[in-house]
């Protein structure tokens, strides 16, 4: 089968179920940002998940990667995950003890001292989360892509179902005085943020259910040297994905202490942590490529042509990025209704945020040779310096420009690693990246998205046509600019059939 074609089945499997996943999920947004009239409300959710985005990497570091890494090379596949499943048992239960004990202290510090609850349901979250993390990841290298997207969409869909309880059935009857005795045992009108985490917790627990007979069937054998080699190689990715969640979420935390006083940091935080939401079909995008791109890369390390595949991978995942802002901002008209009224005055960053999480996809793309050769200090060192500059965007800048300046940080950040991963890659393992037409791509979609936005239509409808045009225009380019390529790949389709006749 074409290399290029597995992946996209792959990613198609992934994005598919990925796709009805985050419809499910996005659902939230319109929702929280419907109910929570009170900015502020929700940027405590986002403020909190930030932290969680922060621990989750400390919980797994980097065991998933290592566990393709040595599951791929080792002779006993079966040892590799056992290994990796008791580290992580292990650290993921001292952890939840640690939550237990410790939980009233940490909300204090953090300034969440009359929410103390809110920090024990997430860090029991956590703890249910990086225990289910290498499950999960064995499916991914089984290819076993319809179960981990059943999974996945039991999660979302358990969660979804007790958001809707708590925040939207329970005050109803509780407001018409209805089945007063469920309500007095489980509703408390005072908790309301509370409830998004307690809806997390019921889902959480409920997916690691899934995984039990596969934790029950493993050998639960342990390699202490094999263990030391992986955490060897698993430590600079700890860095690096540390590193890289400062990239993408540090600002909704250092929002709410660089803000000017008089500006209430909550307000904004929910407002910017709503509009990032609206860039979610390309971290859809990026979300589900990463899915099914790290094995994928792995398994054609051997093939001889493997280089001039991964070039052709960096191509077109540029070309449908590309697709992806445009599509998103030129049909901003629509997009804006995913969240509230009171939340639509930070539309303005999300073409900013858009390319910057392209840039992030093109980074996974021209990174990937650290892990293929086992360098994967270079990982951390590219997303520390990434990491350094989303830091002093946002320290810097806030003060001035507000959540804006954490818009651009994103970008900034992501484009100086990408631009560090590709110019070292190509003394440590060269690969034949078209730099040259990737940003004319980028840079081609960025013009017409800029003519639309300075044509002054009042009409919405006209004003779609237009951008429908200018889509169209980006399109008939893409074939012009692709056609020998296109021709080259049904050509070698054709071959392959021929030959398997």
């Known amino acids: 089968m074409n290399p290029l074609k597995q992946l996209a089945g ?94 009233p202290q940490i909300a204090s510090t953090i300034g969440y001292a009359e929410h103390q609850s809110f920090i024990l349901l997430l860090g029991l979250v956590l703890s249910l989360d990086a225990a289910a993390a290498l499950p999960f990841a064995r499916l991914r290298f089984r290819n076993q892509a319809l ?156 093939n001889k042509n493997n280089r001039e595949l991964y070039a052709r991978v960096l191509h077109y995942f540029t070309i449908f990025g590309v697709f992806v802002f445009l599509g998103i901002m030129l049909y901003i008209d629509i997009f804006k209704h995913i969240i509230g009224p009171e939340y639509r005055e930070g539309l303005k960053v999300v073409p900013i945020v858009l390319l910057g999480n392209l840039m992030l996809g093109i980074y996974f793309n021209v990174s990937i040779w650290y892990k293929l050769k086992e360098i994967t200090l270079f990982g951390a060192l590219f997303a520390t310096t990434g990491a350094l500059v989303t830091l002093g965007i946002n320290y810097f800048y806030i003060p001035v420009y507000g959540y804006i300046a954490s818009a651009w940080a994103h970008f900034f950040s992501y484009a100086v690693m990408v631009a560090l991963a590709y110019t070292t890659g190509r003394h440590y393992y060269p690969v034949p990246y078209n730099m040259k037409i990737i940003l004319f791509y980028i840079l081609t979609g960025v013009a017409l998205f800029l003519i639309s936005s300075s044509l002054e239509i009042e009409r919405t409808f006209y004003r779609l046509v237009i951008n429908t045009f200018i889509i169209l225009i980006f399109t008939g380019i893409v074939v012009v600019k692709e056609k020998v390529l296109l021709k080259e790949i049904f050509r070698s389709d054709k071959n392959t059939e021929d030959n398997g006749n």
């Open 10 to 103: 792959q990613t198609a499997i992934y994005g598919l179920s990925s796709v009805f996943a985050r419809i499910l999920n996005f659902l939230l947004v319109p929702f929280y940002t419907r109910i929570f009239v009170d900015t502020a409300e929700y940027g405590i959710v986002n403020e909190l998940y930030a932290y969680v985005a922060f621990i989750i990497i400390i919980l797994t570091y980097g065991m998933e990667t290592a566990f393709f890494r040595f599951t791929s090379k080792h002779s006993d596949s079966q040892l590799v995950f056992s290994t990796s499943l008791i580290s992580l048992l292990i650290t993921s239960s001292i952890f939840a003890i640690t939550i237990l004990i410790f939980y």
């Open 147 to 302: 179960r981990f997207a059943l999974i996945k969409l039991f999660n979302i869909s358990v969660n979804i179902f007790f958001n809707l309880f708590f925040l939207l059935l329970l005050p109803w009857l509780y407001k018409n005085g209805k089945a007063s005795f469920v309500v007095d045992a489980l509703y408390n009108p005072e908790f309301r943020v509370g409830y998004v985490f307690a809806s997390n917790l019921l889902a959480s627990f409920f997916t690691l259910m899934f995984f039990l007979d596969d934790i029950r069937k493993s050998s639960f054998r342990y390699s202490f040297k094999l263990f030391r080699e992986m955490i060897f190689y698993s430590f600079p990715l700890l860095i690096a994905g540390l590193a890289g969640t400062v990239n993408e979420v540090i600002d909704r935390i250092m929002l709410r202490y660089r803000l000017p006083g008089e500006v209430n940091a909550l307000e904004e935080i929910g407002i910017y942590g709503a509009n990032i939401k609206i860039a979610v079909l390309m971290t859809l995008f990026i979300q589900m490529f990463r899915y099914a791109s790290e094995p994928f890369f792995f398994s054609q390390e051997k």
